[in-house]
């Protein structure tokens, strides 16, 4: 299973981003497929989920109302659509899945997932 994540780069406050999830090797059936990030020195955190099947999203409460996430099953790719952008919103953004189905409520943590992309640096300037 291979992750390639792609779209990140500078953007100034309140402006927009769209990040990109294209899989290779598997389709995604019922597992979820979830984005975190990493700042310098912090450490990763969930940012947004999605179940490939249904569509169920989860969100931290950090994001939510500002960042989107969605899928295209017939591409196998997924995104996150982001908004409003903030300063501390800077951090290096990673999606990733788990090898199989994961119960909602251990979607939050990134130890559940076993495929990782390789990460996309998204920086908001103030």
């Known amino acids: 299973v291979q992750l390639q994540a792609s779209g990140g780069g500078l953007v100034q406050t309140g402006g927009s981003l769209r990040l990109s999830c294209a899989a290779s090797?598997?389709?995604?059936?019922?597992?979820?497929v979830g984005w975190f990030r990493q700042a310098p020195g912090k450490d990763r955190e969930f940012v947004a989920a999605?179940?490939?099947?249904?569509?169920?999203?989860w969100y931290a409460d950090a994001v939510k109302g500002r960042f989107t996430i969605s899928r295209d099953r017939a591409l196998n790719t997924g995104y996150l659509q982001m908004n409003s952008l903030k300063p501390e919103d800077t951090a290096n953004y990673y999606c990733?899945?788990?090898?199989?189905?994961?119960?909602?409520?251990?979607?939050?943590?990134?130890?559940?997932?076993?495929?990782w992309g390789q990460g996309t640096l998204v920086t908001v300037s103030s």
């Open positions: 999605i179940r490939w099947s249904e569509g169920t999203a």
């Open positions: 090797g598997r389709t995604f059936s019922g597992s979820p």
């Open positions: 990733a899945a788990p090898r199989g189905r994961l119960i909602n409520s251990r979607v939050y943590g990134p130890h559940n997932y076993d495929y």
